[in-house]
């Protein structure tokens, strides 16, 4: 191995390293930013579980006030104190839907929160009907401060859980803290140790080198033969390198190969069905940015089991391949072909300014299939069936456009006048009859 190389590997090392650090101490500082957002979120529970009490005791002294001294004023803070309640109670619920055992709890205090809320509006009620006695009764029976009781009760132990969860994430927080740390002392470490391999490489690759160069010289000086053994050391790491790359091709073949199969039909070399939904979702997602369509055709071949007992699975799967041929032969490129089943296809037509260009391509597909094929010295007669649903004009949905699609599909089967049928939401109605 030539001394540029052992360079260019020694300063690719000490970059690689760099890269390495950089990498890990931003997932380090991702991961501490994680940290420090679940203690942010435990503040936040606890703070609105201060502004909910808060409400409710906002909601209770306005009732209060309101039935001693029959004053419409205090209604205000007492309708406010409700409303800010329930608000604040739809946060909590939505800021711990992550937790279970939380949830149990707010579900029993919402229960209390409506009992209560129905003892003041009773009261208040009542004494909007002059009757004063009767909400100074309700009031005298202790259901209101039974309810408050309990939900303070509920309030004590959401609390003291929130808080627990608030220490335990504190400490993942201080965790993280310490392993940056770590990690400063052990990238000190490394470097220093990549020091040492430096001086190591430059005495290996240039100073004994130049030693065995002034031996050879002296050599040379005093007549004596010269062995190539005395000036070039016996280094090997030219044909690990050159047999690494190699296996490494191989490899790379290899997955791109397998990477290949896993997304496409091995009969017909079209995708499969693996690939299919996410990209029918990625062009529907692009119509609301160019204003264009979309179609889905749902192609499936007419009488495909009677090819297969009368000339065998053999010519069988000659004649999928020459369906997949004709289909791909007859859309347009910017249009993709995906075999989805046995002898199901769909094809995704794409850029479409108006319906016309559909029936266009369509009619495109029917007529490839208008003369038989020769297969294996025979001629087969190949028909197809096709139904075709539009995006956005019929769903916006992925699975229902491919439905849609099947629906108009099944509908042009049974239409022996036409071999493709254009989906209507009358087809879904005769569907279900």
Not at 28 to 57: C, D, F, P
Not at 123 to 141: C, F, K, M, P, W
Not at 213 to 228: I, N, P, T
């Amino acid at each position: 191995m030539s001394i540029r190389l052992k360079l260019s590997l020694l300063l690719g090392l000490l970059f690689l390293a760099a890269i390495f650090n950089s990498i890990f101490t931003f997932q380090l500082e991702s991961y501490g930013e994680e940290k420090l957002r679940w203690v942010i979120h435990t503040h936040e529970v606890l703070n609105e579980t201060q502004v909910l009490s808060g409400a409710m005791k906002d909601a209770e002294t306005g009732q209060r006030g309101y039935l001693l001294t029959t004053n419409s004023a205090y209604l205000e803070p007492y309708h406010n104190g409700v409303l800010i309640a329930n608000e604040s109670f739809i946060r909590l619920k939505a800021l711990t839907s992550d937790n279970p055992d939380q949830q149990k709890i707010l579900d029993s205090i919402e229960k209390q929160m409506q009992l209560k809320f129905q003892e003041l509006e009773e009261t208040i009620e009542l004494v909007l009907g002059s009757d004063n006695q009767s909400a100074i009764q309700i009031v005298r029976d202790n259901r209101g401060k039974q309810y408050m009781d309990t939900i303070r009760s509920l309030f004590g132990a959401f609390i003291n859980a929130e808080k627990v969860l608030l220490e335990q994430r504190k400490g993942d927080f201080r965790e993280n803290r310490a392993q940056i740390t770590t990690l400063i002392a052990v990238e000190i470490a490394l470097f220093i140790a990549l020091y040492f391999m430096t001086i190591t490489f430059l005495r290996r690759s240039f100073f004994t080198p130049l030693e065995l160069l002034l031996s050879s010289v002296k050599k040379l000086e005093e007549g004596h033969k010269l062995e190539v053994s005395d000036v070039v050391k016996n280094d090997e790491m030219g044909h690990l390198l050159s047999t690494f790359f190699v296996m490494s091709e191989k490899v790379y073949e290899r997955e791109r190969d397998l990477g290949f199969k896993a997304h496409h039909d091995e009969l017909t070399g079209l995708k499969n069905r693996l690939t299919m939904p996410q990209e029918i979702e990625t062009v529907i997602d692009e119509l609301q940015e160019t204003g264009e369509m979309i179609a889905v055709l749902f192609i499936d071949l007419d009488r495909f089991k009677q090819i297969n007992d009368q000339h065998g699975h053999h010519v069988g799967d000659l004649v999928i391949k020459e369906t997949a041929y004709r289909i791909k032969y007859a859309v347009r490129d910017s249009d993709t072909v995906f075999r989805v089943g046995g002898d199901e296809f769909l094809v995704i037509v794409k850029n479409i300014k108006n319906i016309t260009d559909v029936h266009n391509v369509v009619n495109n597909i029917v007529s490839e299939f208008k003369h038989p094929a020769s297969i294996e010295g025979r001629e087969v007669d190949i028909s197809i069936s096709v139904g075709v649903a539009v995006s956005p004009d019929d769903s916006l949905d992925r699975k229902e456009i491919v439905k849609f699609a099947d629906v108009a599909m099944y509908a042009a089967k049974q239409d022996k006048a036409a071999s493709y049928r254009m989906f209507d939401k009358g087809m879904l109605r005769r569907g279900s009859d």
